[in-house]
């Protein structure tokens, strides 16, 4: 009998051991997805983010989910192992494993699988997000490293390359595919609205310079300047709202709006632009762009200048700019037709707006520039070259030729690009 009790202390051991490491998976997990739905307070994101294992964890989505899926494999693997060595002691002696003897291991150890394993860390990790994100960080760290081998390896673009699949497989945990997911079976979500609602979950990632108007792409009302040359260079723009500067942005004093100017009771020749001055926001280059969007909101503002951190101007934003992140591109009758990011009929060849935001370039194109001093591609391309290129130029750089099409005297209009090969999706 003692013999008997202490052969079935290891596997109930070796049990407990599997659920506690599978808890920690379920209470990672949920984190990580608090974290997606934007459920913690930004205090305690920052916080996170100093731990060197969450930050790790927190920066590769894709892998810590494939560290996850890894792990409760793994568990559940090792716990069915263990229902069948407490089968066998549940057995008679002599008679082997049983039909019998494996359901009475099993039932006790699916119930505590799902109240130890399941149900109870996740309800931890909803009611204490951040120390459940620190008790788990190392366990998934952990598995990321067993699983450098088949990265090295290349296993997983080899069975893709062989089956014929290009790009990436989905990431589960990603809460835009969730989404997405969730409406193509919900016939009452529109497709409308789902663009919407991704649009929004990747609005999180978003800083006020991924939507700037860069300071040379502003056209402003210079009080150094006459009236009727403002005037005449504000026809020639088309726009409505205009920093009133003395010299440039960074002696702005507000903003002056085309109405007040048709409404002003002196008429246009002798009104006072300083008279019809509107306040304006400000907002800081790392700014958030949903807490940028909240403020603009709250305060009415539709436009705010963009500082950095030794307090010169860099540029605007806009509502408008803002709000096309979340609905696609607003268009007016005045608007040009021309899309930002059109692709060609010769394949790898794209038309390319000077306009066209740097996220938006990089994710239709699949690249990572690793340059975040800019926020249109035609900031990207003459920072790459250091001055402001004619037509007809042509570049290389990060796998894209470039081909210069249409300039101004203050920036690139329209480019053609090339990917070169093993660039791109």
Known sequence: MMSVFLDMIIPLVSLFAFLFMHALLVMGETGLISVRYGKLARADLEALRKHRGIARVLSEGDRAGGALRFGKVLCLLALGMQVCILALGFSVQGEGLSWVSLFLAGLPIVFLFYVV?????????????????????????????????LRFLSIKEFIFKRIGVDGVAPDPMDMAVQLRALGLNNTRLSPVVCSIVSRSIQMQDLVVHDVLL????????????????NLGRMKGAGHTRYPLCRGDLDDCLGIIHIKDIFRSK??????????????????????PLEEALQRMLRTKFHMGLVYDSFGGALGVVTLERILEELVGDIQDEFDSEEERIEALREPGCYQISGLAPMHDVEMRLGLETGNDEVSTFGGFVTGELGRIPKAGEQLTVHGLQIEIVRVDERRILTTRVRLLSGVGD
């Open 214 to 229: 860069p300071r040379n792409e502003v056209v402003i009302y210079d009080l150094n300047e006459d009236l009727a040359t």
């Open 117 to 149: 394993g399941y149900y109870l860390p996740q309800a931890l990790a909803l009611r204490c997000p951040v120390v459940t994100l620190r008790l788990s960080a190392p366990l998934l760290v952990s598995l990321k490293l067993l699983l450098l081998p």
């Open 266 to 287: 002196t008429g246009e020749l002798a009104m006072e632009p300083d008279v019809l001055m509107r306040p304006t926001g400000s907002f800081l280059l790392e700014t």
